[in-house]
């Protein structure tokens, strides 16, 4: 079995992760296994093991700004085709519109080269082997580029949703408290994440995964001091993503920001709800359960905070209802 390449940079690691069933519909269409270059920073080596579907992951070497770093980045494109030519790929897909991500396959070994074709992208692919038809092709709205792709290259009619791994629920004992994001406009307030920690307390919920950044130790401290011996809980500020893992595959439903972990513990099968802010919802999977502003039209960096805890509360509510308890 000869494996492929993806070469997918990902725009944030779960924008990267948010894909993964359509690279599992890739593998299992074209019958083979992934390789993916992609930049460090989507962490994918770590939660990719757990997959079926991907063989390795190779980390992009990427370039600095600025016309003074030329050779450097220059000597950077090289190493990445050398690091590529090392694999005996016969076919690439570029799922990002770059025209530098392009060139690492053109000018490597691989003989088969598929790109979406975004404008400049255009010129230098064959007309079977791009999603976009012209220069002037209008791009494919909702981020669904992934998905129409991959229908494209295995002809395929629809894509269904499928986790990359999913725990035996009966060694599942945790629920998932995600306050990590990328910034303050995705943060909902760690006040209304102690009151929602309350709430499921008094449902008789003892087991909490924080997953939390290197920025909010500060955060867990309130935590436990609201809580102290009153619940186990696990805190992850000081954890790479491959220790927090074994404990996030154990959680029944997660609830939090609308970031990486959100996507993360989707693909790992666990119903996840998100609430959001400055971006739009994402609909990939059912096991995303949506906490939205009321105005998605005027949409803003500070609009997670238009959200109330009345409001999530009564969501969750619904949601621990629908589940049985």
Same mark, same amino acid.
């Given at each position: ?39 460090? @920073? ?11 579907? /991907? ?12 016309? %003074?770093?030329?050779?450097? =980045? ?17 076919? /690439? ?16 070994? $691989? ?28 791009? &494919? ?13 295995? *002809? ?21 408290? &995600?306050?990590?994001?990328?910034? =303050? ?11 929602? $920690? ?19 130790? @500060? ?17 992850? @500020?000081?954890?790479?993503? %491959? ?7 154990? /959680? %029944? ?16 099968? &666990? ?7 400055? /971006? ?10 949506? $906490? ?7 949409? *803003? ?25």
């Amino acid at each position: 079995m000869n494996n492929i390449l993806v070469i997918d940079p990902g725009k944030g690691w779960g924008h990267f992760v948010s894909k993964m069933y359509c690279y599992q519909k890739l593998a299992e269409e074209l019958n083979t296994k992934i390789v993916f270059l992609t930049k460090k @920073s989507t962490q994918a080596e770590h939660y990719l093991k757990l997959s079926s579907f /991907c063989e390795q992951v190779i980390y992009l070497e990427e370039p600095k700004k600025g016309i %003074k770093n030329f050779f450097y =980045n220059l000597r950077i494109f090289v190493k990445n085709i050398n690091n590529i030519n090392k694999f005996s790929f016969k076919s /690439c897909y570029v799922f990002h519109p770059s025209l530098r991500y392009l060139f690492f396959s053109k000018f490597s070994n $691989i003989t088969e080269t598929w790109g979406l074709g975004l404008k400049f992208q255009n010129f230098f692919l064959k007309r079977d082997r791009k999603l976009y038809k012209s220069f002037f092709s209008k791009t &494919i709205a909702n981020d669904n580029e992934a998905y129409e792709f991959v229908k494209k290259i295995t *002809s395929s009619q629809k894509i269904e949703y499928k986790p990359i791994f999913s725990n035996d629920y009966a060694l599942r004992d945790t629920i998932g408290i &995600i306050i990590a994001a990328s910034g =303050n406009e995705k943060r909902w307030s760690i006040e209304k994440y102690i009151e929602v $920690i309350r709430f499921l307390k008094n449902k008789n919920y003892k087991k909490f995964l924080i997953v939390s950044g290197i920025d909010q130790f @500060s955060d867990e401290n309130l935590i436990q001091k609201e809580f102290e011996n009153e619940l186990d809980l696990i805190f992850s @500020s000081n954890k790479k993503i %491959k220790d927090v893992l074994p404990f996030l595959i154990n /959680c %029944k439903f997660c609830i939090g920001n609308d970031t990486g972990f959100a996507h993360l513990s989707v693909n790992l099968d &666990i119903e996840t709800l998100v609430i959001h802010g400055d /971006c739009p919802p994402q609909y990939y999977s059912k096991l995303i359960h949506h $906490i939205d502003i009321d105005n998605p039209d005027t949409r *803003s960096a500070s609009s997670i905070n238009q959200i109330q805890i009345e409001k999530v509360i009564k969501i969750l509510s619904n949601f621990l209802k629908r589940r049985g308890g």
